[in-house]
């Protein structure tokens, strides 16, 4: 019996922000650190890597600037901000352009804020009592942080009650454990520093973060034809 959780009615198409596109490439990309001048290498890479969404996140130094230029930039990513704690915050990132919020916790101002201007929303919980909350109020999925302290098991356990509720993830997802997290029914994954790295971007490394990008997405895509396939004929008639 699937669930009937109450929750703020949302568009399938958010401000920017497809959600339909998002499932069918299911990966975001958390940028955090990068400066003006390593930007453009950056996004080049991830975009021919694979990626198509993107977050900067706000404690990233002068990180509305960023979010702005990506935006002008490349204008077929869909960049969002990330580490988003306030309303005022959000409100600060929709005006430079993000098409979508993320961050590590549930703010019921940032909730009300993005549900009102049909903006995506990712907060993130861990507990099953802060992914239902964050879900209930409008949340385009649940960002599961961090990840890696859990397991793909714990996700697992999760969609047993939780089965209509999107899980995304994050924290210690690669390669060799990608498989593993979306057999246990997330919805999405996300990379970050562990190829995004200060580093590495800073030294303008941008053909190693392709490359690793690619290997990210090519596991993604190699298991998630597989889970689709099955998907479609569990409910064929």
């Given at each position: 019996m699937t669930n009937s959780l109450q929750r703020p009615t949302s568009k399938s198409f958010m401000a920017g922000f497809n959600i339909a596109f998002f499932e069918k490439e299911p990966v975001l990309g958390i940028i955090r650190g990068v400066d003006e001048n390593s930007l453009p290498g950056v996004l080049h890479a991830a975009y021919s890597g694979g990626l198509r969404f993107l977050e900067i996140t706000l404690n990233t130094p002068d990180a509305l600037l960023l979010i702005k230029k990506a935006v002008l930039l490349f204008p077929d990513f869909c960049i969002g901000a990330g580490t988003v704690l306030s309303r005022e915050s959000a409100q600060q990132a929709m005006d430079v352009g993000a098409q979508f919020i993320v961050a590590p916790n549930l703010n019921e101002q940032v909730a009300g804020f993005c549900v009102k201007r049909s903006m995506a929303y990712f907060p993130g919980a861990l507990t099953p009592t802060e992914i239902e909350k964050a879900w209930s109020m409008g949340a385009t999925m649940v960002k599961v942080?961090?990840?890696?302290?859990?397991?793909?098991?714990?996700?697992?356990?999760?969609?047993?009650?939780?089965?209509?509720?999107?899980?995304?993830p994050v924290g210690g997802i690669g390669p060799n454990n990608i498989p593993d997290y979306f057999t246990a029914g997330a919805s999405a994954v996300a990379l970050g520093g562990s190829i995004f790295s200060a580093n590495r971007m800073a030294n303008r490394e941008f053909s190693t973060i392709q490359k690793e990008i690619a290997e990210f997405m090519v596991a993604v895509n190699k298991i998630y034809s597989k889970i689709s396939v099955v998907d479609i004929a569990n409910h064929s008639i």
């Open positions: 942080f961090p990840a890696s302290q859990m397991g793909p098991d714990y996700i697992k356990l999760l969609k047993g009650p939780f089965d209509q509720i999107k899980l995304m």
